[in-house]
């Protein structure tokens, strides 16, 4: 009797670090085109969130989403965002190229502390995925960066340079399937870069052609995937990891 009793509870203690196991490594992430269409009101051509006046410091969107652009030259690429708890509008955004063969971002992100230090200080992680193929050469990757990253130009410096709208990371904007535009977090000017294996070439070549957008750059340094956790404030440069 007393060992049967000894075999139900070992059952029932490996069943349970099993499902907790299995529910803490994967997450589906919401459809941020999806999310946005059904939870915004329009306006002409763009759409805002609605503001809980007892939040008003918080972004109006937490959690793990999924973007795929829908047009330009970027178009049917994808990137994941994460919004920790409690996160502050204007707060901390840490943009993360992926290396090729990551077939569960959640779970990496996961596994190397990425969501503990976004929930622990209330940070935005803004995740760049390869395409289908894998990573491509920072010429082929430009246009896709460009639409993620790119930098905000107002004015053409009397002829001098092309105006740019600017990319998701600094103005918190993306384009829904209807035609419209909505703003759903506070974008930054200056953002922390780190890259991961085949990642970091494509994003070191492009903060090294556009330095104004760079906090912290990644290096070619190499080392073994490591959780990569920091105190406030950030060192500079940010170490890739391969």
């Given at each position: 009797m007393r060992k049967r009793a000894l075999s139900l509870l070992l059952a029932m203690a490996l069943v349970l670090g099993l499902s907790v196991g299995a529910s803490a490594a994967s997450a589906a992430p919401t459809d941020l085109n999806r999310y946005?269409?059904?939870?915004?009101?329009?306006?002409?051509?763009?759409?805002?969130?609605?503001?809980d006046r007892t939040e008003v410091n918080e972004h109006p969107v937490i959690g793990y989403y999924t973007y795929t652009f829908q047009d330009g030259e970027a178009a049917g690429r994808s990137f994941k965002l994460y919004v920790g708890q409690h996160a502050a509008l204007r707060a901390y955004i840490t943009v993360i190229a992926l290396p090729d063969g990551i077939a569960d971002p959640y779970a990496f992100l996961q596994e190397q502390g990425w969501l503990e230090q976004a929930d622990t200080y209330g940070e935005l992680l803004f995740v760049l995925e390869p395409g289908q193929g894998g990573w491509g050469t920072p010429d082929s990757e430009a246009a896709y960066l460009e639409a993620c990253l790119g930098e905000v130009i107002g004015n053409d410096a009397g002829g001098t340079r092309e105006t740019a709208p600017g990319g998701v990371v600094q103005t918190g904007k993306v384009t829904l399937s209807d035609g419209t535009t909505c703003s759903f977090f506070?974008?930054?000017?200056?953002?922390?870069?780190?890259?991961?294996?085949?990642?970091?070439?494509?994003?070191?070549?492009w903060t090294a052609e556009n330095p104004c957008t760079s906090s912290a750059r990644p290096s070619s340094a190499a080392r073994a995937w490591a959780p990569a956790i920091w105190t406030r404030?950030?060192?500079?440069?940010?170490?890739?990891?391969t």
């Open positions: 946005l269409l059904s939870h915004t009101s329009r306006s002409g051509e763009t759409r805002s969130l609605p503001i506070t974008g930054h000017s200056c953002n922390y870069y780190v890259g991961y294996g085949e990642g970091c070439a494509v994003l070191e070549s404030p950030l060192p500079a440069p940010i170490t890739a990891i």
